[in-house]
T-cell receptor, first 111, second 115 residues
């Protein structure tokens, strides 16, 4: 029973367009959601986070939106670049526990 | 580069052997987490340690797996009598003592193959 679900295993986008990666969750008792980016044969790297008290957080080309009533969050990348091609994991954090990850979405950005 | 270090990067073991995976956290970090990633899966939490203490091992299999983070030296994840199902990528993450521990920094992982 997955607490954090990324229902799209893959996403293909053209360079310059918007990439939207989605994540659904079941546990409302969280403190933060985070997005991690992972290249093959490397560890995940932290990308952006959002606190449970916010509904939007922006950092450069990356924006995360949180819809608590729908238990849904999304990561927007605008404009997408070929270097953004990677696996993106959303993760839930609750104080005192470890991160709970989704299965990931593979983003391919073509030039 | 003062990032999280893991070694070895690749480890091949025959069934029944022992595997030892090492993790050196970032300088100044005293919290260490171990995660396992099976093929086509996300990362799954295994164990959370602070220096000389296991804080949470709820994600670790009850048998054959153990972890430590001694006062001196790296954190060690030990798998005894490995089986083919242990083949996976094992990632270590560290976080600072102060501040929110959701800020976890990951190492490059150890890919364990059991033949």
């Amino acid at each position: 029973d997955q607490q954090v679900k990324q229902n799209s295993p893959s996403l293909s986008v053209q360079e310059g367009r918007i990439s939207i990666l989605n994540c659904d969750y079941t546990n409302s008792m969280f403190d933060y959601f985070l997005w991690y980016k992972k290249y093959p044969a490397e560890g995940p790297t932290f990308l952006i986070s959002i606190s449970s008290i916010k509904d939007k957080n922006e950092d450069g080309r990356f924006t995360v939106f949180l819809n608590k009533s729908a238990k849904h969050l999304s990561l927007h990348i605008v404009p997408s670049q070929p270097g953004d091609s990677a696996v993106y994991f959303c993760a839930e954090y609750q104080a005192g526990t470890a991160l709970i990850f989704g299965k990931g979405t593979t983003l391919s950005v073509s030039s | 580069n003062a990032g999280v270090m893991q070694n070895p990067r690749h480890l091949v073991r025959r069934r029944g052997q022992e595997a030892r995976l090492r993790c050196s956290p970032m300088k100044g970090h005293s919290h260490v987490y171990w995660y396992r990633q099976l093929p086509e899966e996300g990362l799954k939490f295994m164990v959370y340690l602070q220096k000389e203490n296991i804080i949470d091992e709820s994600g670790m299999p009850k048998e054959r797996f153990s972890a430590e983070f001694p006062k001196e030296g790296p954190s060690i994840l030990r798998i005894q009598q490995v089986v083919r199902g242990d083949s996976a990528a094992y990632f270590c993450a560290s976080s600072p003592m102060t501040g929110a521990s959701y800020e976890q920094y990951f190492g490059p992982g150890t890919r364990l193959t059991v033949t």
